[in-house]
Nanobody, 116 residues
Framework: QVQLVESGGGLVQPGGSLRLSCAASGFTFSISTMRWYRQAPGKERELVAIINSAGATNYADSVKGRFTISRDNAKNTLYLQMNSLKPEDTAVYYC??????????WGQGTQVTVSS
């Protein structure tokens, strides 16, 4: 079955960096579009970044130029490099595999807190 396991979250000061990882299994990762979402307290879950099987990427305006999504198909792992972090980046970050429009898989989430 599909499994997505995020790691790499934590507490970081404003201006700092973190790299999130998502270990994927149970499907053919290399041909799959993958996404990162986040959800801040009291807010709706929002799309952060997308990467397709060819490596093409797209980002939310709020993270463009600061975050980089990437993938290692040999390791079945998705990454999100987050630089110049701001307090408003504080959220639970989720890895997402959109198998079909009506059939999404999610990881358990990893907490990112940006605070001094």
């Amino acid at each position: 079955q599909v499994q997505l396991v995020e790691s790499g979250g934590g507490l970081v000061q404003p201006g700092g960096s973190l790299r999130l990882s998502c270990a994927a299994s149970g499907f053919t990762f290399s041909i799959s579009t993958m996404r990162w979402y986040r959800q801040a307290p009291g807010k709706e879950r929002e799309l952060v970044a997308i990467i397709n099987s060819a490596g093409a990427t797209n980002y939310a305006d709020s993270v463009k130029g600061r975050f980089t999504i990437s993938r290692d198909n040999a390791k079945n792992t998705l990454y999100l490099q987050m630089n110049s972090l701001k307090p408003e980046d504080t959220a639970v970050y989720y890895c997402n595999f959109p198998k079909r429009p009506w059939d999404n898989y999610w990881g358990q989430g990893t907490q990112v807190t940006v605070s001094s």
